[in-house]
């Protein structure tokens, strides 16, 4: 039996997945969660083999998660479900200790197939991006995304949304000085010239749709 967590803040999704995996006979869901706050207060007492961890979280988004769970719990195997395309985000997530990455668009066949690779051998990667990064290795530069640390890309995220600086100050516990070079750092390893730049960017590199 495949002990399965689900770290999602959508309860229509966390019960959608539950109801689809009912007749799954080797696969048992032992526990949910809606952050990756209530995942960490809650870690000594989860018992799971598999988690599945949403990766634009409230508060600590997935990637940060992984990090946590890599030092705290590392026999956990995390799959990352995702809006992005493997293309967008996956490359971080595997190097951050990802088992594996799905898009949230994927077919259940595929995710139970997920679930069941990562159990019993540690990894999984769809064939369609294992080719795609076959490629991107032998031929691409590294991605502008890949440059920046979990905290400026959050920070990213943020002013994506709208926040200002006084407000990420307060999220962050960072000064306001330190949070304005963060985000001349960010604009300056991305190339971007203007906040129209950064939207644009945002939508077509993290947040799709």
């Known amino acids: 039996m495949i002990n399965v967590f689900l770290v999602d803040d959508h309860e229509i999704v966390r019960e ?10 080797d696969i048992n869901i032992t526990g949910e969660a809606k952050s990756s706050e209530e995942v960490l207060q809650r870690l000594d007492s989860i018992a799971c083999d598999v988690m599945l961890v949403d990766l634009y979280l409230p508060g600590k988004n997935g990637y940060q998660l992984l990090v946590d769970l890599q ?14 395309p493997e293309q967008k985000s996956a490359l971080r997530a ?10 949230k668009d994927s077919a259940i066949s595929e995710i139970i197939s997920a679930i069941r690779k990562t159990y019993t051998n540690g990894r999984y990667i769809s064939p ?4 795609a990064l ?4 032998i031929f691409s ?12 890309t959050n920070i990213l995220i943020m002013l994506y949304k709208g926040m200002d600086i006084k407000d990420i100050s307060v999220k962050t516990k960072l ?3 330190s949070v304005f ?24 590199n993290i947040i799709m749709g």
């Not at 369609?128 to 080719?131: G, L, R, T």
Request: hydrophobic share 40%; proline share 2%.
């Open 175 to 177: 000064s306001v000085v």
């Open 141 to 152: 530069e590294p991605d502008d995304l890949q440059k920046l640390s979990d905290l400026e």
């Open 71 to 84: 030092k705290l719990r590392p026999e956990i195997k995390a799959i990352i479900m995702s809006i992005n």
């Open 16 to 25: 959608g997945f539950k109801k689809l995996v009912k007749e799954i006979n």
């Open 134 to 137: 076959a490629f991107k290795t």
């Open 128 to 131: 369609e991006y294992a080719e």
């Open 94 to 103: 595997y190097k951050l200790g990802a088992a594996g990455y799905l898009c």
């Open 181 to 204: 070079t963060y985000r001349k750092k960010i604009f300056e390893n991305l190339k971007l010239n203007s906040n129209l730049d950064m939207i644009h960017y945002v939508k077509e």
